[in-house]
């Protein structure tokens, strides 16, 4: 079992950006293919960002390609997504979420496939 605890959410201007950070326990964290979901008000959650257990593999939905990375450190049991080029259509309460099933190189993009989820933290991006 595995838990996830987000930081690094805020208040800011459009054009700005933010790292969100979600640290986990446990000592098999490699073992886990992580992906990042938000969810903005009157809105399903929606997949933003994943990579897989080894960091070789990343895959974004398409409306944050070439502003948003993931990134993950094992030794750290950290993952990141660093967010620029913020837009208004950002805003929403972002989730780190860990994937207990995937193969080492494999992502999803469905949450069904992930098992344990953070608590969230607030993403506002000010037009």
């Known amino acids: 079992q595995v838990q996830l605890v987000e930081s690094g959410g805020g208040l800011v201007q459009a054009g700005g950006s933010l790292r969100l950070s979600c640290a986990a326990s446990?000592?098999?964290?490699?073992?886990?293919?992580m992906g990042w979901f938000r969810q903005a008000p009157g809105k399903e959650r929606a997949f933003v960002a994943a990579i897989s257990r080894s960091g070789a593999s990343t895959t974004y939905v398409d409306s944050v390609k070439g502003r948003f990375t993931i990134s993950r450190d094992n030794a750290k049991n950290m993952v990141y997504l660093q967010m620029n080029s913020l837009k208004p259509e950002d805003t929403a309460v972002y989730y780190c979420a860990a994937d207990s099933g995937a193969r080492i190189h494999t992502v999803h993009t469905d949450s069904y496939y992930y098992d344990y989820w953070g608590q969230g933290t607030q993403v506002t991006v000010s037009s």
């Open positions: 446990g000592r098999t964290f490699s073992s886990y293919a």
